[in-house]
């Protein structure tokens, strides 16, 4: 979550906003453009200090170090799954979303040689960019495969753990996600995400704003829908690990970046505790 969109010149308080028109396909094609872009310009949140989400206040400084600066660039994480997921030597893990491939990376140290990573994400940019880094740091046991997370392209029972950082709440369809994520999981298998989720209702303006769901702002749940979603795929032993709840500040220093701060409809709007981020494990029952 948390990446700044790039600033457009010039101030308008009356600039039209792309609207959220349902469609699966245009959410899924907005959402591609945004990360697209960000694959090719490289600003990440990790980078900026003020931001709510960055690499500083979710991975450990020996993390941050033992990752590749190309993949580090290009996060855009509101957790760090991985800190969840109980990865040992030898496991299957699949990255939902995976882009510049930071998990997938820290996952893949975690799994050693006889392990693998495969890390999905329907970004062509994101996925170039994630195996250019692989290739390039000689990470060898991870595979970026280009594919929507509705519909993952592998096999079923491949996984030891399913891993997600601030994607499932960008899909249109979150209950096909989850019953995705429990077919490729192994029976016994872990699923650990970190993603956004709704405390309360959105102000309508943000709510249909497509830079907002691109951003990891409109597309949130409920915990209720969220949770009732895994549950609904097959899930149990659902656990909210922690979450950490936005602040006024926090979120609208983030919507500045989009000039919502000078719309002003929201001008002395209360925006704390309006979402937040979320760290929930589930395991796919063995029968
Ligand atoms: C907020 S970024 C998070 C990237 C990465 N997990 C991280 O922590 O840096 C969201 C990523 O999910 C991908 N994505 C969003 N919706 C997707 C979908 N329905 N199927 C596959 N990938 C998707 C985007 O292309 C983007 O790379």
């Not at 690499?55 to 509101?78: F, H, K, N, R, W």
């Not at 594919?147 to 096999?155: N, R, S, V």
Request: net charge neutral.
């Amino acid at each position: 979550m948390m990446t700044k969109a790039t600033k457009k010149s010039g101030k308008s308080t009356k600039r039209e906003v792309p609207k959220v028109e349902s469609s699966g396909d245009e959410i899924r094609g907005a959402v591609r453009e945004h990360y697209g872009n960000l694959a090719k310009t490289g600003s990440s949140c990790c980078s900026t200090k003020e931001s709510s989400c960055g690499c500083g206040g979710l991975y450990s400084q020996t993390e941050i170090l033992s990752l590749p600066q190309d993949a580090i660039a290009v996060s855009a994480g509101c957790g760090n799954p991985t800190a969840i997921a109980s990865l040992k030597p030898g496991m299957v893990v699949v990255d939902l979303g995976s882009g510049g491939g930071i998990d997938a990376f820290l996952s893949a140290r975690k799994v050693g040689p006889k392990g693998l990573v495969y890390g999905i994400d329907m970004t062509p940019e994101m996925i170039h960019r994630a195996r250019k880094t692989a290739r390039e740091t000689g990470i060898e046991n991870v595979e970026f495969r280009l594919g929507e997370i509705e519909h993952i392209p592998l096999d079923a029972g491949v996984a030891d753990v399913v891993i997600s950082n601030c994607v499932i709440n960008l899909s249109p369809d979150k209950q096909q996600v989850f019953k995705e994520a429990f077919r490729v999981l192994k029976p016994g298998g872990r699923l650990a995400v970190s993603d956004i989720v709704l405390i309360s209702e959105l102000p309508e303006d943000i709510r249909e704003n497509l830079t907002a769901w691109s951003s990891c702002v409109s597309g949130a749940v409920s915990e209720k829908e969220y949770v009732g979603a895994m549950k609904n795929a097959g899930f149990e032993q659902i656990k909210v690990e922690d979450r950490v709840v936005y602040t006024h500040e926090q979120l609208s220093d983030y919507l500045k970046s989009y000039e919502y701060a000078d719309r002003p409809e929201l001008r002395g709007r209360n925006l704390s505790e309006l979402i937040a981020s979320y760290r929930i494990t589930a395991v796919r029952p063995r029968k």
